[in-house]
């Protein structure tokens, strides 16, 4: 059997006005992550986590953020188009391990919630995710709320 562990990062600003998706969950919040897509750094960073575990590159190389067939798509899309790139490499997800780093809103009334949208796309039992989250304790860019950062590893498996 061959084992692989991936990690991935991402990155957006946040913009007043602007809607916030994290997890496939629209959040109630005075600022939202802009991007091409919907800026869900949570599933860009999974799906980058789970390419690179593949190695089959990253999220930027096969959803170009000059391809008008991405723009405003949910992320959600994306993370089943990244599992069925696995799939036809025969790879099976073992796990995802997300942080999020914000300041606000609230996250953990919804993780629940963003795993279920999470695993569904994913093609994953829930109990395969794991979402936390964890404040910048009021320091740099994301502490003053101009952006929203998370990180992901996963193990994936194949044989």
Excluded at 4 to 13: E, Q, S, W
Excluded at 92 to 118: S, T
Aim: proline share 2%.
């Amino acid at each position: 059997m061959k084992i692989r562990v991936g990690f991935g990062f991402d990155v957006h600003a946040m913009r007043e006005g602007q809607p916030f998706i994290l997890g496939g969950i629209k959040l109630e919040h005075n600022k939202g992550a802009f991007g091409h897509s919907d800026a869900d750094v949570l599933v860009h960073a999974i799906c980058d986590a789970l390419l690179g575990a593949a190695n089959m590159r990253d999220i930027g190389y096969h959803f170009k953020n000059t391809d008008d067939r991405w723009k405003g798509i949910s992320s959600l899309v994306l993370l089943e188009k990244v599992s069925s790139l696995l799939k036809d490499q025969s790879w099976v997800i073992g796990n995802i391990d997300a942080m999020i780093c914000l300041e606000a809103p609230k996250i953990n009334p919804h993780i629940d919630d963003m795993k279920q949208r999470i695993a569904q796309a994913a093609i994953i039992d829930v109990e395969d995710i794991s979402i936390k989250a964890t404040t910048n304790e009021q320091l740099g860019f994301i502490g003053r709320q101009e952006g929203v950062v998370a990180y992901a590893t996963c193990l994936i498996q194949k044989g």
